[in-house]
């Protein structure tokens, strides 16, 4: 109930977690991004849509996710979980509950299935707990790798766009990985910038092509230095994916 007046008298309390999200989504400074194209670097043919590609964010009803979350900034650990609902006429409901630094979330949120983590984060950002999650797992940059191949050996480069600029992003993916029991692929994610003199690396992953939310996610500053993560603790499927 009320959850416009509850974003609205609460937005300016944590208009800086939004201001930090927004630089962690783009990993480096907007104006110095290098132009990379959306393609595959790697050598091989391109495969089939079916062979390891991955399309973030489509969920079913009755999914429920558990995460481990971390602000390294701040030495502190916690946990965030969504469980996913299907409301009928082309909309999903997720409830989302978690706990970090003496601070809880609980909200209920409510958008097309398609468009389902593009809406929600509006409506987490008010609640510190979920800012690790933001800038990890459902950060926007994830949209920028949609399709893309994931197999060892393998190295993309991608694009995101934010807000009237882009942000670009050499992916590596080094080797497989394996969280709770989940098998997936790592990948390193590097960051360039005209005024730098190599790319540093933005953010380090797991992600299993059959799940719909990465396995987990660690993000960097541009000293190297680690800023927020997210480790996947449960996951229960449900049943039809969107």
Known sequence: MHKQTLIKSMA????????????????????????LTSKE??????????????????????DYYRYAIFNHAAGEEGWVS???????DGNLEGRWEGELGGETLAVTTE??????????????????????FLATVTATWWEGVTGIRWDVGVKWSAVTPFVGATAGYLINVTGKCSVEGKDGYSA???AGARRMKEPVLFA????????????????YGVNGEGRYEARLLEHRPGDERY
Not at 18 to 25: D, G, R, S, Y
Not at 204 to 219: F, G, R, W, Y
């Open 111 to 132: 958008a097309p299935a398609d468009r389902f983590i593009l809406f929600t984060r509006p409506q987490l950002i008010v609640s510190p707990p979920a800012v690790p």
């Open 204 to 219: 380090e992953t797991c992600v299993s092509p059959e799940l719909p939310l990465a396995l987990s996610a660690k993000v």
């Open 188 to 190: 390193r994610w590097m």
């Open 12 to 35: 300016s309390r944590y208009s800086s977690n939004f201001v930090l999200i927004a630089a962690l989504a783009i990993g480096i400074t907007l104006a110095g991004c290098m132009a």
């Open 41 to 62: 670097t790697g050598s091989g043919a391109s495969p089939s849509r079916s062979d390891n590609q991955w399309k973030p964010f489509t969920f079913s009803d009755g």
């Open 82 to 88: 969504v469980l996913v609902r299907d409301k009928g």
